[in-house]
C-alpha cells in the first residue's frame, strides 16, 4: 500500500461549515484553492486536492493546543487535510482518543510536540496489557496518511531522566512511559516523509490493525545527558498486524529498529539503515503463558545495520509460564552488518534468562523455513570469532534454515565461526556446535 484511497475527496463542503463553528485561528481552505498548498510526496506525486484545514499554532511549550488539534482533524476527515504548518509548533497536553478516522490526511510540516508533564501522562493515558504499554493517543479507522517534512516530537528527555536505572521488563516496574505513534483497529495507515524523535518509549506500536505502510522516515532519539540514555525506543512493534512495510527509512535508537511482536504477518522491509540498535528482530514472541503467538510471511532486504547489538535476530521467550508458537517463512537478504556483537542470532532463552533457566525452561517456539543470504561485514568481537549463533530450543523444531553467501567476519580473528544447535536438516553451509567455538 503506497498510495491511500482517496474516495470521497469532495467529500464534506466547505459550505456546509458556518463561521462559528471555525475556532479561533483556524482556517477552512476550500478545494479550489488548494493549489498553492500542494506539496511532492516521498516519491515525488503530487498529493491531490482537498479541502485543507489550519490550526493556530502554540505560543509556547505550555501553550496546549489538543483541543485545537481534535477539532481541525474532525473538520479534515471524510476527505479533507490537517495542515500543520512549517516553522510552527503544535504542542499536545491531552491525551486524544483518534480512532473515528476515515479517508484523512494530516500534513505535518511543523513540529507536533508533546508536553513533558510526567504526572498528568502516567495518569492519563491509553493503556495496554501487551508489556504494561501506554500511549499520548491512538489512530484508528481507514484510509488514513501523514505525511510531510515536519517532526512528531515526544519531548523524551525528562522520561529518559526518570527512567534511569529501571527495566521495562521487570515485573515490579510501574514507571510506564507513553509510545509516541500508536494505531488500533486501523486498516491502510500511510505515513510519509517526517521525522519521529525522542519517542518515551517505543516509537511505533500497530495493535489489531492492517497494510500499514512506512516511508522515507527518520527516526532518532538521544539523550543529553550521558547517565540517562533513551531505552526502549523500537523503531517498530506490532501486535496482531496483518500487513506492514517499511521502506527507505533511517534509524538511530537505542534498541530494536525493527520488531515485530506476537501475530503479526505479511511483512516487508526494504532499505532500511540502522545505527546503534538491537537488530531487526523477528519477535520476541511466546512470553505470556498458555499462548500461542506467530510471526510469518516476512521479507527483509537492503538493510545496512551499524554499531549494535544484533543484527538478523530471531527472539523467544524460554522460563517458566511462557507461551509457545512459531517463526515462519522469514527471508533476510543483502544485509549489511559493521560493528555488531552478535550478527545472526536465534535466541530463543529470551528475556534476561540465564542459562541453567533457559535449559530447565527451554522455549517451545518453533523455527521453520528461514533464509539468510548474501550476509556480510564484521561483528564486534564481543562473541569471540562467532558470526552465526543458531542455537534452537530442545523443545522446540527448528527446520529449513538455510544460510547461502555469508560473508562475516570477526576482529577476534579467523577463521569466522558458525554455530548450529539442534538444527535438523543441513543450513547450507559448515558450522560447529557451541562446546567446539574458540570463544
Known amino acids: 500500500m503506497k498510495v491511500l484511497a482517496i474516495a470521497a475527496l469532495f467529500a464534506g463542503a466547505v459550505s456546509g461549515l458556518a463561521s462559528s463553528h471555525v475556532i479561533p485561528g483556524a482556517h477552512i481552505i476550500p478545494v479550489k484553492e488548494t493549489a498553492a498548498l500542494r506539496k511532492v510526496g516521498a516519491h515525488g506525486q503530487k498529493y491531490p486536492d482537498r479541502r485543507t484545514v489550519t490550526i493556530r499554532a502554540s ?19 471524510h476527505g479533507g487535510r490537517l495542515l500543520l ?24 510540516d511543523g513540529e507536533l510536540k508533546f508536553t513533558d508533564d510526567i504526572d498528568y501522562w502516567q495518569a492519563n493515558n491509553f493503556y495496554y496489557s501487551f508489556q504494561k504499554s501506554i500511549t499520548f493517543w491512538r489512530w484508528g ?9 515536519g517532526t512528531l516530537n515526544g519531548n523524551g528527555q525528562e522520561w529518559y531522566d526518570a527512567f534511569a536505572g529501571l527495566e521495562i521488563l521487570d515485573s515490579t516496574n510501574t514507571f510506564y512511559r507513553p509510545i509516541l505513534f500508536l494505531t488500533e483497529n486501523a486498516t491502510r495507515v500511510s505515513v510519509e516523509g517526517i521525522t519521529q524523535l525522542n519517542s518515551p518509549c517505543w516509537t511505533n506500536f500497530f495493535v ?18 550521558a547517565s540517562s540514555l533513551p531505552k526502549n525506543t523500537d523503531g517498530f512493534d506490532s501486535l496482531n498486524v496483518d500487513g506492514l512495510s517499511v521502506t527507505n527509512t533511517r534509524i538511530d535508537i537505542g534498541d530494536d529498529c525493527f520488531s515485530p511482536k506476537p501475530n503479526t504477518s505479511n511483512i516487508f522491509v526494504q532499505n532500511l539503515w540502522c545505527n546503534n540498535t538491537h537488530g531487526v528482530s523477528m519477535g520476541s514472541i511466546g512470553q505470556y503463558a498458555g499462548q500461542m503467538d506467530y510471526i510469518e510471511n516476512a521479507h527483509i532486504e ?9 543484527g538478523a535476530r530471531l527472539k523467544a521467550w524460554a522460563g517458566q509460564n511462557v507461551g509457545y508458537g512459531r517463526i ?3 527471508t533476510y537478504r543483502n544485509i549489511h ?56 530450543s530442545p523443545n522446540a523444531v527448528c527446520s529449513g534454515i538455510q544460510l547461502s553467501n555469508i560473508d562475516l567476519t570477526s576482529p577476534a580473528g579467523d577463521p569466522p565461526e558458525i554455530v548450529c544447535d539442534g538444527i535438523q536438516g543441513d543450513i547450507g553451509v559448515d558450522c560447529i556446535s557451541s562446546n567446539s567455538t574458540s570463544s
Request: with cysteine; charged share 20%; proline share 1%.
Open 208 to 225: 489489531q490493525s492492517k497494510d500499514i505502510s512506512f516511508d522515507n522516515v527518520f527516526i532518532n532519539a538521544y539523550s543529553t545527558n
Open 141 to 149: 479507522g481507514k484510509d488514513i496518511k501523514i505525511f510531510g517534512k
Open 337 to 392: 552488518i559493521e560493528n555488531t556483537d552478535a550478527p545472526v542470532v536465534l535466541d530463543q532463552c529470551y528475556f534476561n534468562v540465564n542459562a541453567t533457566e533457559c535449559a530447565a525452561y527451554p522455549s517451545a517456539v518453533n523455527f521453520t523455513n528461514i533464509v539468510f543470504d548474501n550476509i556480510y561485514g564484521t561483528s564486534s568481537g564481543k562473541n569471540g570469532k562467532v558470526v552465526v549463533d543458531l542455537t534452537c
Open 328 to 330: 515462519n517463512n522469514i
Open 85 to 108: 504548518q512549517k516553522g510552527k509548533t503544535y504542542m499536545l497536553g491531552k491525551k486524544l482518543d483518534l480512532t473515528f478516522l476515515d479517508n484523512v490526511e494530516v500534513q505535518l
Open 302 to 310: 537492503n538493510v545496512t545495520l551499524l554499531n549494535g547489538q544484533n
Open 59 to 77: 505560543k509556547n511549550e505550555k501553550d496546549d493546543v489538543s483541543a485545537d488539534f481534535l477539532w481541525g482533524i474532525k473538520q479534515a476527515n
